[in-house]
């Protein structure tokens, strides 16, 4: 990799310098992935990451956004720094009620202590979730001392941002139904803390015992599943599982912030809206910090961010050199043509760009 | 690319001789990507599409299963072979609430002119969309004369997969709430014919009114911005746009199916339950194929169809590649460590992994 274009070292400078613009523009040159994006994130980077990153996930309408609220202003009260990433997954049937939540973070907005970046995943086709962990890595390097990133949990997408988190709060409303059912889904790898929000209302206990219910099932299962190291590296354990190269098979898969054993998962009850249950809440998270850096189980989620760094990256970038070679544009225009007169299909057309990119083939 | 093995051969050999276990069997081949998938896909799809294709997608509730049911049974009665895919995205909040629709198909499950294939999106990264699509293909090659395929509009993938329709229908429902918002979301490029089902319900009206004028004020944009081809087939317009590799500068990301100009765009009122309205449908889509075909856009549609298949099989390998190759994986491992000692980043270890797999680069 050669050095920073003298605009970018100025950027790095300022950023370095701890001028917020700084950090938008960053944060802008990441999220539109510009000429230079991954070597400027190298070297802001370089210093790994050392910020408490608590993510929080959950259903629409959840509270999620005044729970970020109400914990920010927590966190900055005890004097640190804070970063809030929010991602707003603007689906064709939740898209404008969602960013309606934005408003109630406006009281941070005149504190220099505070930054707030919301992002957006409509269009993307499989980015988003990269550069969105990307831009809580920039915050972190910024300096913030606790980093909140905010996901709607109704996709894919939105659970793999969480995977940016070094503690995971998800967030359910006695509304979002039977818990178990949502357990089911794919929530409950990913919560470390859990807590059951708008308590005030009807059926909040019996979420609550639902949740716990479904915990210990799980826990169960995990006993009887679970190999020694829940996070899997880059198939250390020997070769990949064949046959699923886009799914299950790949490095990096397994959930970042797959709950450390050892762990006993809280749930709780807040209202985020007066306060109530947020020392509970504060406490859990500080507790479970503690238990990660004891327990090795930091560095081994921090490992386990890095590997799928590296391969969120190389795909990108084999995916960059693919299609923005002239050579296969040029093979891909002629073979489409082919495969209309139906002498090719795409499956051979695609065999012959990938024996363009690669030549002989990977040593 | 060699020959089949000996199983998928003979496979191949019962799915040319319309056996529906073949057809279940290749599905499955395909939707687990077991070793030589591609290959059977070139083979089983040498002919190329000739089916009728029609996509329905909306929010959860909106009685899209019904309306299947209402289609699949027109057409059947009409004397078509119909096929059905079903993709149910069990997101951590709709799971089991989408897949309990699916009964409804059972009327047909003794009926050997009607096949049904139901998907879950669940725990997929980012493969669901192709494999959805490749299902497709395969009930085209099987021969059913038209193909039903049924998604759940909540998410980029969702929306993706209608991308497999020559025609997308967009069901909408009195609840869906504001219909401006719905279609500012991404539902409006991919809508051929809007449906506001549950029409008996109050509301109903209203929802129609907002859907055309969304619908026009949509035209009034397309005429000031869209390109005279509104299907973007590699960068034939000249070089990709720089610096989003993964976003809008990959081929194949227009929508496949952008609505076609000359095209009046229906919105039309059901009632699935009781088939009210159904007959209005039928034509809408029979008129709406006749100007496909007329207009050059069936073509045009098909061509963009494969080149992003064509993108999303090269990607698929080179992903397939950069895991499942050993010396990658160790560069990885010890490349790991090195990070964790501040030594390296994920961004300069990617770059080495790009390096031993291109070797010297893409030619």
């Known amino acids: 990799?050669?050095?920073?274009?003298?605009?970018?070292?100025?950027?790095?400078?300022?950023?370095?310098?701890?001028?917020?613009?700084?950090?938008?523009?960053?944060?802008?040159?990441?999220?539109?992935?510009?000429?230079?994006?991954?070597?400027?994130?190298?070297?802001?980077?370089?210093?790994?990451?050392?910020?408490?990153?608590?993510?929080?996930?959950?259903?629409?309408?959840?509270?999620?956004?005044?729970?970020?609220?109400?914990?920010?202003?927590?966190?900055?009260?005890?004097?640190?720094?804070?970063?809030?990433?929010?991602?707003?997954?603007?689906?064709?049937?939740?898209?404008?009620?969602?960013?309606?939540?934005?408003?109630?973070?406006?009281?941070?907005?005149?504190?220099?202590?505070?930054?707030?970046?919301?992002?957006?995943?409509?269009?993307?086709?499989?980015?988003?979730?990269?550069?969105?962990?990307?831009?809580?890595?920039?915050?972190?390097?910024?300096?913030?001392?606790?980093?909140?990133?905010?996901?709607?949990?109704?996709?894919?997408?939105?659970?793999?941002?969480?995977?940016?988190?070094?503690?995971?709060?998800?967030?359910?409303?006695?509304?979002?139904?039977?818990?178990?059912?949502?357990?089911?889904?794919?929530?409950?790898?990913?919560?470390?803390?859990?807590?059951?929000?708008?308590?005030?209302?009807?059926?909040?206990?019996?979420l609550v015992g639902e949740v716990r219910t479904a915990l210990h099932l799980r826990e169960g299962e995990a006993l009887r599943n679970v190999p020694a190291h829940p996070v899997a590296v880059f198939g250390s354990g020997g070769p990949a599982p064949a046959g699923r190269p886009t799914g299950g098979g790949a490095p990096g898969d397994a959930p970042p912030s797959a709950p450390a054993r050892g762990w006993e998962i809280p749930v709780l009850k807040t209202v985020a809206q007066t306060g109530e249950g947020l020392e509970l809440l504060l406490d859990a998270v500080a507790r479970h910090r503690a238990h990660l850096a004891d327990s090795g189980e930091l560095e081994a989620r921090r490992r386990a961010r890095a590997a799928r760094r590296v391969r969120d990256v190389v795909e990108r970038e084999l995916r960059r050199l693919a299609w923005d070679s002239g050579p296969v544009r040029d093979r891909l225009e002629t073979g489409l043509d082919r495969v209309g007169r139906g002498e090719a299909t795409p499956y051979s057309l695609a065999a012959e760009v990938v024996r363009d990119l690669l030549g002989s083939g990977p040593r």
Not at 46 to 68: D, F, N, Q, Y
Not at 191 to 204: L, P
């Open 1 to 206: 990799m050669d050095g920073l274009s003298p605009p970018q070292a100025g950027l790095l400078e300022r950023f370095r310098a701890g001028d917020p613009r700084a950090l938008s523009r960053a944060i802008s040159l990441v999220e539109d992935e510009r000429p230079g994006f991954q070597h400027f994130l190298h070297v802001a980077l370089s210093g790994g990451p050392s910020a408490r990153r608590l993510g929080l996930t959950g259903p629409p309408g959840a509270g999620k956004s005044t729970l970020v609220a109400a914990l920010a202003g927590a966190y900055r009260g005890a004097g640190e720094r804070v970063g809030v990433v929010a991602v707003d997954p603007t689906s064709p049937f939740t898209g404008g009620a969602l960013l309606g939540d934005r408003i109630r973070m406006n009281d941070f907005a005149t504190d220099p202590g505070t930054f707030i970046r919301s992002m957006a995943t409509r269009g993307s086709l499989g980015g988003l979730a990269t550069s969105s962990r990307e831009v809580v890595d920039l915050m972190d390097a910024f300096g913030f001392d606790r980093i909140l990133v905010e996901t709607v949990g109704v996709g894919q997408t939105e659970l793999e941002i969480t995977g940016a988190a070094d503690t995971v709060v998800v967030v359910l409303v006695p509304e979002s139904g039977d818990g178990i059912q949502a357990m089911k889904a794919g929530l409950m790898e990913i919560g470390d803390v859990f807590v059951v929000n708008k308590a005030d209302r009807a059926g909040a206990d019996r």
